[in-house]
């Protein structure tokens, strides 16, 4: 049975999942809720100005943080947060798109690969620039790609792709296993145009 959007919405407590780091620490990745939205904020207020310029948030905290917590069960998106057992604060978002834009659809055709929403999603991953480079992500990768498989989708691709001067990030991927397919120009609104490659992995 392919999962979705609204099953997760129903029952946000059946897929919560306990992740321990490398260093021991214990979190929970759990689906993002309504209740989230000053916690939200308070996370992405929290990023420093290059990690905003590598998830292209251009707009202020509390505007991204609303929208995301009004479009649950709206639109083709899910995320789920990271949290500290026992903490107050969120130190990760990680998005899933369902959706394909037209864009994507087109620039992805140039490089010889054929996306299809029934079987392809987009991801984007951000942690609190303290958590950085810990493996946490690494170690959440399982849990992201199981999920995906869940909904049916035999493919990822990175959601705006990586920049290519975010060398950490561009290394995180490849030993992840997603493969470099190609580069293009990406100008998000209110942003500087930048260097992008496009990122696959398969499932």
């Known amino acids: 049975m392919v999962l979705d959007l609204e099953t997760i919405a129903?029952?946000?407590q059946d897929y919560i999942f306990p992740i321990s780091s490398q260093r021991g620490e214990k979190f929970l990745l759990r689906?993002?809720?309504?209740?989230?939205?000053?916690?939200?904020?308070?996370?992405?207020?929290?990023?420093?100005?290059?990690?905003?310029?590598?998830?292209?948030?251009?707009?202020?905290?509390?505007?991204?943080?609303k929208?995301?917590?009004?479009?649950?069960n709206k639109y083709d998106k899910l995320r789920f947060v990271l949290e500290e057992k026992d903490s107050t604060e969120l130190l990760g978002l990680f998005e899933f798109s369902f959706g394909?834009?037209?864009?994507?659809?087109?620039?992805?055709?140039?490089?010889?690969?054929?996306?299809?929403?029934?079987?392809?999603?987009?991801?984007?991953?951000l942690l609190r620039d303290a958590h950085?480079?810990?493996?946490?992500a690494s170690t959440l990768m399982p849990?992201?790609?199981?999920?995906?498989k869940q909904f049916g989708k035999k493919r990822i691709i990175l959601w705006g792709g990586v920049m290519q001067e975010n060398a950490q990030?561009?290394?995180?991927?490849?030993?992840?296993?997603?493969?470099?397919?190609?580069?293009?120009?990406?100008?998000?609104?209110?942003m500087d145009p930048a260097s992008c490659y496009d990122m696959v992995l398969d499932l």
């Open 10 to 12: 129903r029952n946000p």
């Open 31 to 65: 689906p993002l809720e309504n209740k989230d939205e000053v916690k939200l904020s308070n996370l992405i207020e929290s990023l420093s100005v290059e990690t905003k310029i590598f998830c292209s948030y251009a707009e202020p905290s509390d505007v991204i943080a």
């Open 67 to 72: 929208e995301h917590c009004e479009a649950i």
């Open 100 to 125: 394909i834009p037209q864009g994507d659809l087109d620039r992805f055709e140039k490089y010889g690969i054929k996306l299809s929403e029934e079987t392809d999603c987009r991801i984007g991953l």
């Open 132 to 136: 950085q480079s810990q493996g946490i």
């Open 143 to 148: 849990i992201l790609i199981s999920i995906a």
């Open 169 to 190: 990030a561009v290394r995180f991927y490849e030993k992840n296993g997603f493969k470099n397919v190609g580069a293009f120009i990406d100008q998000p609104q209110g």
